[in-house]
């Protein structure tokens, strides 16, 4: 979906198909008719905007056959969906039956995540729409915090300048911009907009910045004007948002029987206590667990935020919540004023199919019915803000 700010500027907004487990071009395409095109349908809208996820292999395949990414790009705009950005965190087996830490390897400190990444680049370049102003692709804080020195820190610098390099290359070959966001996340070197600011700066802003993560800002018990603000301060442009909230826990001694119901296997579910807020370390043990029954068995002080996402419509039932109102106040600081705070906008709920069973959907209608829910829900909050939905016409579905 696009939507006009008052500004004037062109928002897209989208839904990450990293909730999907296709891993090849066959299954990515049966995929945009099992859950994009009945989405957008649900919608009523004639354009619906995708998050794309492309694994490694799948990635390099594209990247090297120029047919292919044609091919793709016909296929989408077939269907009326569009590409402006890729989910370049996960990459490969995002949805095995147990990721956890294993999503943050290879980091930023091998030549692996590298030629991923480019390779992304390249097939970015060859599907994003005309009128697109710009691409982007998400990916990880540069590496999990542990092992991390100055030996790593020089290697990942390497890494990024190489990166800017390469995007500047795909900018000269094929006139379109792409440009990389490095998404803060609970555990990881890049926790919050602090060390942001601290570690990314120096960097090629021209073609590098910050995704700003809802749920990750959240957890990192971050207040968004304040994070927005000191991003801005150290010439972080917010390439990318992920509209995305977390598991959120008043009182986690009094709620934890209902907290045990969302342990599970797959992921990681960082836990974060108010404590954690401000400190140069936001993993600090004291306030911090890197999974959610860890913190339950430790008994972290509260309250708690967990990195667990939920879907945007659909909050935990008393006595957990949400943390919708870090996201509004998000989007209002973004949007709330002359001009868009970022053009490219995410729906991220991957963990669909890891929600306590009573809110896991049991058919692949039921999960496409719930991510249009999401996209609505965000989509109405934007309006909320100033807005405005765009009539579009795609290259295949005219309204």
Avoid at 65 to 70: E, G
Avoid at 207 to 226: K, N, R, T, Y
Wanted: glycine residues 8%.
């Amino acid at each position: 979906m696009r939507l006009r700010h008052a500004g004037g500027e062109t928002v897209h907004l989208g839904y990450c198909t990293n909730v999907h487990p296709a891993e090849d071009l066959a299954g990515i395409l049966g995929q945009l008719d099992t859950y994009a095109v009945p989405v957008r349908e649900a919608l009523g809208s004639d354009l619906l905007g995708l998050g794309l996820w492309l694994a490694a292999p799948v990635a390099a395949e594209l990247a090297a056959d120029p047919a292919l990414r044609r091919r793709l790009r016909t296929e989408l705009d077939a269907r009326g969906l569009e590409v402006v950005t890729l989910n370049g965190f996960p990459y490969a087996a995002f949805q095995a039956p147990v990721v956890k830490q294993d999503v943050y390897h290879p980091d930023w400190t091998t030549e692996q995540r590298l030629t991923y990444t480019m390779d992304l680049a390249r097939v970015l370049a060859d599907l994003l729409p005309d009128d697109a102003a710009r691409g982007s692709i998400s990916t990880l804080p540069l590496a999990w915090r542990q092992p991390w020195d100055a030996e790593r820190a020089d290697a990942a610098r390497r890494r990024l300048d190489q990166l800017a390099a390469g995007l500047a290359e795909v900018r000269r070959d094929t006139g379109r911009e792409v440009r990389v966001a490095f998404e803060p996340e609970p555990g990881c070197v890049v926790e919050s907009s602090t060390q942001a600011a601290t570690l990314l700066s120096g960097m090629d802003t021209e073609h590098l910045g910050v995704c700003l993560d809802l749920a990750h800002l959240a957890c990192a018990w971050e207040e968004p004007v304040e994070a927005l603000d000191r991003l801005r301060a150290a010439g972080l442009p917010v390439v990318k948002v992920q509209v995305s909230a977390a598991v959120q826990a008043a009182d986690p001694a009094g709620g934890a029987q209902a907290l045990r119901r969302w342990v599970e296997p797959r992921f990681l579910h960082q836990t974060r206590g108010a404590g954690c807020a401000g400190l140069a370390d936001p993993a600090d043990p004291a306030y911090a667990a890197d999974d959610l029954d860890e913190a339950l068995d430790r008994a972290l002080p509260g309250p708690w935020r967990v990195h667990y996402h939920v879907p945007l419509h659909a909050p935990p039932e008393e006595p957990l919540g949400s943390t919708l109102p870090v996201l509004r106040a998000a989007l209002r600081a973004l949007f709330d004023g002359p001009a868009a705070g970022c053009d490219h906008l995410d729906v991220e709920t991957y963990t669909w199919g890891v929600l306590p069973a009573a809110r896991r959907p049991g058919t692949d209608a039921e999960l496409a019915a719930g991510i249009a829910a999401e996209l609505a829900f965000a989509r109405d909050e934007l309006v909320g803000l100033g807005l405005t939905p765009e009539r579009t016409v795609s290259m295949g579905v005219t309204r």
